[in-house]
């Protein structure tokens, strides 16, 4: 049997049996109704290959490495089971992995494995073409055995006072299965906060995953979270990984790469949950609540939640610990408001608002570093050129940026003073002492959230904890006002609980 192909089943007493050659009597998945799956036949030599790399997840025949055969002499002895990928219901179709049915998602084309119309679901074709002819593959076997190792972290730093409670909070909220919100200023020292908690669920033999919605940060994070529990395997999953078919209790993932998983972690832990893709697609929070098991702990992780996570959090239906002061116990520098005029008249003239200019200009003879954030790609360009009037020393980065590392590179290595860019570098980017600039702050790009995040690159290193940052605008917005507020509000809180050194 080759794999790829025998895409279509007959059913005998109720049993799949794929077939090569298409005949009447053989059908797609998503068009045969009942079928069972054998018990499980306890004296089978099944594949530790195959365990590995199936248990927890939900995986297309294409996405294993495995022949057909082999897989299929598993489910004749009830290890696996295949799964319709789409399922139909009157005429509306719905996709079993990213769980969207708007018919807007679904089209059809001419399959060559099931020799028909087929449909198939747009919302998740990035993570391959699932059709009414694909089959899912489900582990039904014994889970391998992860034994807990006693004292498995390595991580001798100190925690502060905040982080501390918010540590405890989260080793609470583990053995309770329990979710909880951290709401964690920028540079409050959030990865660290994890560690305990999360040694606390592998040594009860649980399964953990840290997601977070950008390949970035699975990347970064990975050696960090290595080091701390030296003795796992930790395996990053993103597309293109070498890791995914590898098992382990401890794994980060993209939220997207969350999609294969089925009831897999008993700790799920999502990073940076206001962040796009994250907040704005439905089918990433199906794939978090189905990559959970039935019973989790779901820990959702923010520096500016949203208003509907702030809702759960007022009507109980979420625990929160915040955490409102930075690791090094100085107040989070307050963004600055300065009307720059009509900004968008004067770039005509080829000319940057008086103040901007100035402002632009005290840092380039100081040599102080600082990012200039501005509201579309098409601003990049243009400002960036007028800034190279004055400093060399400049260049402009955004989002389709093929040349983002290098740049974002260049300037942590100090051969840039200036980084024009857009919301690209809102979060994540952490260089010591610089100073950040909006321009035009008062565009709707520039929501709350956006302009709390912009304001925390600024004094994150308890070297350099303090720094400017300023809103040029041309009329001050809501958001402008609000983002203020929401970090005065959270250095008050710090000063009223202590965690400010004054
Ligand atoms: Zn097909
Ligand atoms: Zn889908």
Same mark, same amino acid.
């Given at each position: 049997m080759e794999r790829n192909e025998d895409m279509l089943f007959t059913v005998k007493q109720e049993l799949l049996n794929p077939v090569q050659v298409p005949s009447p009597a053989a059908f797609p998945l998503s068009k045969i109704d009942t079928w069972r799956t054998p018990p499980l036949n306890p004296s089978y030599p099944y594949s530790l290959d195959l365990q590995r790399s199936l248990s927890g997840k939900q995986l297309l025949l294409t996405q294993t490495p495995y022949p057909l055969s082999l897989i299929h002499e598993h489910y004749l002895n009830g290890y696996i089971s295949y799964q319709k990928a789409l399922t139909q219901k009157e005429n509306r179709y719905k996709c079993n992995r990213c769980g969207s049915d708007s018919p807007f998602y679904f089209a059809s084309f001419p399959c060559s494995r099931c020799h028909q119309e087929c449909y198939y679901c747009r919302?998740?074709? =990035?993570m391959g073409k699932v059709s009414e002819c694909t089959p899912f593959i489900n582990w039904e076997g014994p889970t391998s055995n992860v034994l807990p190792k006693s004292s498995v972290m390595n991580w001798k730093g100190m925690l502060s006072k905040a982080q501390e409670r918010a540590s405890n909070e989260l080793i609470q909220a583990i053995k309770k299965y329990e979710e909880l919100l951290?709401?964690? =200023?920028? /540079?409050?020292g959030k990865t660290e906060i994890l560690f305990k908690g999360i040694e606390a669920a592998l040594n009860s033999g649980k399964k953990v995953c840290i997601a977070t919605p950008r390949t970035d940060v699975v990347i970064e994070l990975k050696p960090r979270i290595q080091s701390a529990f030296p003795d796992m395997s930790v395996l990053a999953m993103y /597309? /293109? +990984?070498? *890791?995914?078919f590898h098992e382990s209790s401890l794994i980060i993932s993209t939220t997207h790469q969350l999609l294969h998983y089925y009831q897999a972690f008993d700790v799920l832990i999502i990073d940076e949950v206001d962040a796009f893709p994250y907040s704005t697609e439905p089918m990433l929070h199906y794939a978090v609540a189905k990559a959970a098991k039935h019973a989790a702990s779901k820990i959702y992780l923010t520096a500016t939640p949203n208003e509907s996570l702030k809702k759960d959090v007022e009507q109980g239906k979420k625990q929160v610990v915040k955490i409102p002061a930075r690791y090094h116990r100085m107040l989070i520098p307050v963004p600055r408001f300065e009307w720059c005029g009509n900004w968008k008249k004067k770039m005509k003239t080829d000319t940057l608002p008086a103040n901007v200019e100035k402002w632009l200009k005290k840092r380039i003879n100081e040599g102080k570093q600082c990012f200039i954030f501005v509201?579309?790609?098409?601003w990049i360009a243009p400002i960036t050129d007028m800034i190279r009037k004055l400093t060399e020393k400049v260049d402009g980065v955004h989002?389709? *940026? +093929?040349?983002r590392k290098e740049k974002v590179m260049k300037f942590r290595e100090g051969q840039l003073v200036i980084l024009v860019t857009t919301t690209i570098l809102e979060r994540g980017v952490t260089v010591p002492n610089i100073d950040v600039a909006v321009l035009g702050a008062e565009e709707t790009i520039f929501t709350e959230s956006a302009l709390v995040q912009i304001s925390g690159r600024v004094g994150r290193s308890a070297q350099f904890p303090t720094g400017d940052v300023v809103f040029f605008h041309y009329g001050q917005s809501l958001s402008m006002r609000k983002a203020k507020e929401h970090i005065e509000y959270m250095n008050a809180l710090a000063y009223k609980e202590g965690l400010i050194d004054r």
């Open positions: 919302a998740c074709i =990035v951290i709401w964690a =200023v920028c /540079g409050a /597309g /293109g +990984s070498e *890791d995914r509201p579309q790609i098409k989002a389709e *940026d +093929s040349q």
